[in-house]
């Protein structure tokens, strides 16, 4: 049906791509670019044979915004999926829209030298997007992304108004190594070691990194610490859902993640700061990347399951109700499957979706958009189909 330009080959990108040549029917062609053109090419030369996909590959520095119109150019797809990191995101909506060509992502755009995310900077292209009768779809991955679209489906066919959203991210996978991110560390460890908050009546309340913990006791999984985080879907239901009175977003981590997360914040080696080391200007948070285990190679050692999902709590037909909409999600299956852990599985499959959505018309309108904005029921359904079903407890346990 279409073609589709991936930026990226890490771990969400390879599963991503994966899927898109399971669902040839829509992806009838790919071209995979990244910075590094080796690790396209093995992918290329593994699904190879597997697929009806057509599949190309080229190298491109996604920072530089003549070479991404260049390659686009040369390209010529539908659709540019960026699974590249959130430090692109502006240089390839900006190449998107010179080139006249439709915007997905999983995650939103971070300043590299401030670890802070909002969504200003692309809603900022909402009125060159919609004049360019061009989509771009903000967040295609899990959370954002899947829990944006629950919250969506809740809407339409739970509840007539949502007070409270609990946002629930749970890894019990464990990998065997005494600290390991499940993606990009940089990215994990900037998002972590950051100030919490969440929205409460209308304003954003603070709180101090993992300063606010609560055990909760996860559907096929048990009882699990986690702590709250601030997290970006949050800014947009804050203004798509209405009535909305709280939302919080909580993750869970085990003590050594965070027994090994204070002491290397305490020595430096999570700072962004630059600083000169035998000459040379280094970050320290991209030297503990370095020497970390490349997420990519957990899968073979990740065992247990994920449990992500969102506790609504509202009103019906003038009566409060409560449910909890979630997907676990085993890893040893991901890795069965397609050679990665779950979390990258549980990105990668809604990224594929969201291109999809838009390569195939059902999400097609111009603008820039979350995910909650536009009709959930396809995506849900497609969930079902390509490896994430989801799940609705219609009694959970609420948190405190
Ligand atoms: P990885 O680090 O594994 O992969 C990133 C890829 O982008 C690598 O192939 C890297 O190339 C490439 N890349 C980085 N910079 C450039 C550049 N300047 N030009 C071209 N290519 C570049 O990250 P993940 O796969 O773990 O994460 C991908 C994205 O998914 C991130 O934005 C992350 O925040 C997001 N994410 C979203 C989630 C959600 O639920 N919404 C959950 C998890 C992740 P190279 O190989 O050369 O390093």
């Not at 003549?66 to 150019?73: S, V």
């Not at 809407?155 to 629930?168: A, C, P, S, V, W």
């Amino acid at each position: 049906m279409g073609k589709v330009l991936i930026i990226g080959c890490g771990g969400v990108a390879s599963v991503a791509i994966q899927k898109c040549c399971q669902n040839s029917e829509v992806f009838s062609e790919i071209c995979i670019a990244s910075r590094t053109v080796s690790k396209c090419d093995a992918l290329k030369e593994k699904l190879e044979g597997t697929t009806k996909t057509k599949i190309t590959t080229a190298q491109v520095d996604a920072d530089n915004v003549e070479e991404l119109k260049a390659l686009i150019r040369k390209v010529e797809p539908e659709v540019v999926l960026n699974l590249a990191l959130p430090y692109q995101d502006l240089h390839i909506m900006d190449a998107c829209l010179a080139c006249g060509v439709h915007y997905v992502d999983t995650a939103n755009y971070e300043p590299e030298d401030t670890a802070k995310f909002e969504y200003k900077w692309q809603w900022a292209y909402r009125d060159a997007y919609e004049k360019a009768g061009l989509t771009a779809l903000l967040g295609s991955g899990f959370d954002p992304g899947v829990t944006s679209v629950f919250s969506a489906y809740a809407l339409k066919h739970y509840f007539d108004e949502i007070n409270y959203i609990d946002i629930l991210d749970c890894n019990a996978g464990d990998h065997g190594y005494p600290f390991a991110t499940n993606f990009n560390p940089e990215i994990n460890i900037r998002e972590v070691s950051a100030k919490g908050s969440y929205w409460e009546d209308g304003h954003w309340v603070e709180t101090e990194p993992m300063e606010i913990k609560r055990v909760y006791n996860f559907p096929e999984i048990g009882p699990k610490d986690m702590y709250l985080l601030h997290h970006e879907e949050i800014e947009s239901l804050a203004l798509n859902i209405p009535g909305i009175k709280r939302i919080r977003f909580f993750m869970t981590f085990g003590e050594s993640y965070l027994t090994h997360l204070r002491c290397l914040e305490n020595v430096g080696m999570t700072s962004i700061e630059p600083i000169m080391f035998e000459g040379k200007e280094i970050v320290p948070l991209q030297f503990l990347k370095a020497v970390l285990p490349d997420p990519s190679s957990l899968g073979p050692r990740t065992k247990g399951k994920t449990n992500i999902g969102c506790i609504f709590v509202g009103k019906k037909d003038g009566k409060e109700k409560k449910i909890y909409i979630y997907n676990t999600c085993d890893h040893q299956e991901c890795y069965k499957e397609v050679g990665s852990q779950a979390v990258a599985y549980t990105t990668g499959v809604p990224a594929m979706i969201g291109a999809m959505m838009i390569l195939n018309g059902t999400w097609k309108k111009p603008g820039v958009y979350n995910m909650e904005e536009f009709d959930p029921d396809p995506f849900m359904e497609a969930l079902n189909k390509w490896g994430l079903p989801w799940k609705v407890s219609e009694d959970p346990e609420l948190v405190d």
